[in-house]
């Protein structure tokens, strides 16, 4: 026979415990005067008075469920007046907010209630949000995320603390069921309200709470329990390996990493790296296909792929590098002189007279004609330059010199009568300084790390 978990209040960790700040940090309740988030209210309520915590609610009206919103918010406001407690409310219209950013309800709900979560720390000095997730949300995350594919870190499930505005999100009620908190509300005579949503099975978590996880409760005890439990084994692995991974010494946040050394790292690792890597770059975390073809770049040590708002990854010569979405290369360059100028990332430097100490990749001294000064262009389709009395492919000249196709195609050319008299990265034209002309040091330079 199941034999029921007792309540323990004890067993609650208070929000300064779960984020390692001090006992008198002040907290918000994201409160939505439903059976959760009501238990949460009673157990923080008491906490407060014990550890000297000041407790703020925060209650937004979607606009989603009309007279049954208003109910709520009612109701959370009541609420708060019965506990003597700071209430901040707030209405925002969802539906029409997600119509015009053409974002799902459920997403544009979300987006809108953390934002106003943010808004509230600042206003009421808070550095601590709590919400009222638990165990069967845990459980109905991790069925989520299983199904739909994920990470180590996806089945760490959902976390008790992380970073959120300038303090943390905290989760006291994580390892405490849906049937635990009914409990308590029953044993401490606690109203709350009914969120009609609930039953709609359009959505995807309502429909695996309505239909995989009573089965799973059928078929084992405390499910929820047991899944909290393994979960939090996996965010202790998940930290280990991130640990190692930062020990490799590749920093993942340079523009470009070292395919050479990526390629001995354990898969393990080197996910980590990649994924961090790309965060680092395009602002998000890459999917599981984007960090598969990653994973493949770096063990061919070639290739492309095209990340999250229109960043390309590229593996080419002894790099791993991601650069913005593509858009059209800047054309329009000044005329030659002496002088310091920047276009589509690239530095060039024009001085008077030959101030080169050795022979460098991206410089030269360059005899010109003051009559006939060369002009500044970007490269042309099928370009050659002749060097060693052989006329040879810009493109392939490039791809030899490790130079991205990013900057291939943005890269400032100098450029004659005769056709390209100096690429950066590749060399001086054949014959360019026989003669008795005024000399130039020119230097064109990629972004650090690029080469």
């Known amino acids: 026979m199941k034999t029921k978990k007792s309540f323990c209040k004890k067993d609650v960790p208070t929000p300064f415990s779960l984020c390692g700040l001090p006992k008198d940090t002040g907290v918000i309740l994201a409160y939505s005067g439903g059976a959760d988030s009501t238990a949460l209210l009673h157990l923080l309520s008491g906490q407060a008075k014990e550890y000297g915590f000041s407790l703020t609610l925060a209650h937004l009206n979607h606009g989603i469920r009309g007279d049954e919103a208003d109910r709520d918010e009612a109701f ?37 209630r953390y934002a106003f979560f943010e808004d509230a720390m600042e206003r009421a000095n808070a550095k601590i949000l709590a919400t009222a997730h638990h165990a069967d949300d845990n459980l ?18 959902i976390q008790p603390s992380r970073p959120f505005g300038s303090g943390y999100l905290v989760r006291p009620l994580l390892s405490f069921s849906k049937e635990e908190l009914l409990a308590l509300c029953k044993e401490e005579n606690l109203s709350y309200v009914e969120d009609s949503t609930n039953a709609e099975l359009s959505y995807a978590r309502n ?31 998940e930290a280990y390996l991130s640990s190692l991974a930062e020990e490799s010494g590749i920093d993942p946040t340079k523009t470009g990493l070292p395919l050479e050394e990526l390629s001995a790292l354990p898969k393990p690792l080197l996910r980590r790296i990649l994924g961090r890597f790309a965060e680092a770059h395009t602002g998000k975390s890459p999917s599981g296909a984007h960090l598969e ?7 061919r040590k070639t290739g492309k792929v095209e990340l999250s708002g229109g960043n390309w990854a590229v593996a080419e010569g002894k790099k791993l590098k991601i650069y913005p979405p593509k858009e059209e290369p800047q054309a329009d360059f000044p005329p030659f002189s002496e002088g310091e100028w920047i276009t589509n ?13 050795h022979k460098q990749k991206n410089a030269c001294v360059i005899a010109i004609d003051p009559a006939h000064p060369p002009v500044w262009r970007l490269r042309r389709p099928g370009e050659t330059i002749l060097l060693g009395k052989h006329h040879k492919q810009l493109r392939k000249c490039y791809r030899e010199a490790g130079v991205s196709p990013y900057f291939r195609e943005r890269m400032p050319l100098l ?37």
Request: net charge negative.
């Open 76 to 112: 959370c406001r009541e609420t708060a007046k019965s506990y003597g407690l700071p209430i901040l409310v707030e209405r925002v219209d969802v539906p029409a907010l997600a119509k015009e950013h053409k974002r799902g309800l459920e997403e544009e709900a979300r987006m809108s």
């Open 345 to 357: 990332g690239i530095t060039v430097r024009v001085e008077a007279g030959a101030k080169l100490a």
């Open 140 to 157: 109905e995350t991790l069925l989520f995320r299983l199904a739909r594919g994920t990470s180590l870190s996806g089945l760490g499930g």
């Open 293 to 299: 073809s990653l994973l493949t770049m770096v063990e």
């Open 207 to 237: 429909l695996i709470r309505k239909n995989l996880a009573p089965g799973l409760k059928q078929l084992f005890d405390d499910p929820e329990h047991r899944a909290y439990r393994t979960a939090e084994w996996l965010r202790e692995d």
């Open 415 to 451: 450029c004659d009568d005769a056709g390209v008299a100096f690429a950066p990265y590749v060399g001086l034209r054949d014959g360019m300084n026989q003669n008795e002309k005024p000399q130039y040091t020119v230097r064109v330079s990629l972004p650090d790390e690029e080469i």
